[in-house]
């Protein structure tokens, strides 16, 4: 297939409706090779829809899901999208509390291994620095060998982050990743993910408005499925149909 766009993800036209409900209303929206973007708007704006789009846990009733300028994820399943090199963060982290930080990275490598019982597939130099890497990237190389059921709740989101980023991808998706923490703690998140955005496109659903600004990226506003407003936070939030749904006087 000739190659459709340049960006690196593009939703054109996607719909999606539930018992006759549309979820995504011809949703379009353009996803740059290196961008970090945040995806903002009320409850049932559709930013968790859109999300199952792009990573085939649902198929849209029309329209196109784009990813690297020829593939069309709505026509694959969740299995070949992960493999493509998309990633998924949900809201609630989800680690193995039984075992150590290190070894919960391990386990998320990209690589050949076997399943999670068999934690020596590879505890190499190469596995030890892409841990270590891993480790200084979320701010965790002090707690290695502590139990990951141990870690504060911003901490076991540092460490799903980094567990997504051992499998290698080209594309981030990331929901709420501040749900639930210290203000401190959103706060070197922003930093964090700034980090990870040199070297990934990464998507950000969020409503901590304060954790948007410290991003410092392009919001999209979604309302009713699609898309209502887009720009720099201050701009949107100085829009007149954003501060009436979302934002509030």
């Known amino acids: 297939m ?3 766009t340049r960006s690196l ?5 996607v719909t999606v409706t539930f018992d006759g409900f549309k979820a995504l209303r011809e949703l379009s929206l353009t996803i740059q090779a290196g961008e970090m973007r945040a ?7 559709g930013k ?9 846990k649902i198929r849209p009733d029309n329209g196109h899901v784009i990813f690297e300028g020829q593939i069309d994820l709505a026509r694959l399943g969740e299995a070949e999208i992960a493999e493509l090199g998309i990633g998924r963060k949900f809201q609630r982290p989800t680690v193995f509390d039984n075992h150590t930080v290190e070894d919960n990275l391990i386990l998320a490598l990209a ?16 596995v030890s620095r892409r841990v270590d890497k891993l ?4 701010r965790l190389s002090a707690v290695r060998y502590q139990l990951a059921g141990w870690l504060s ?14 499998q290698e991808p080209k594309l981030l998706l990331i929901d709420e990743p501040v749900a639930g923490m210290t ?67």
């Open 2 to 4: 000739a190659q459709l």
């Open 9 to 13: 993800l593009y939703l054109d036209g």
């Open 39 to 45: 995806i903002i708007g009320p409850n049932g704006a």
């Open 48 to 56: 968790t829809t859109m999300m199952d789009v792009i990573t085939g």
């Open 111 to 126: 690589g050949p291994r076997q399943a999670f019982a068999n934690l020596t597939w590879g505890k190499g130099p190469a």
């Open 135 to 138: 480790l200084e990237t979320t």
């Open 153 to 166: 709740h911003g901490q076991k989101q540092w460490l799903e982050i980094g567990m997504l980023l051992g």
């Open 183 to 249: 203000d401190a703690e959103s706060v070197e998140t922003a930093r964090l993910l700034k980090e990870i955005a040199e070297d990934h496109s990464v998507l950000v659903v969020e409503h901590d408005m304060s954790f948007v600004n410290d991003l410092g990226v392009q919001v999209t506003v979604l309302h009713e499925g699609a898309v209502l407003a887009e720009g720099s936070l201050d701009k949107v939030s100085a829009d007149e149909r954003v501060i009436e749904v979302y934002l509030g006087r």
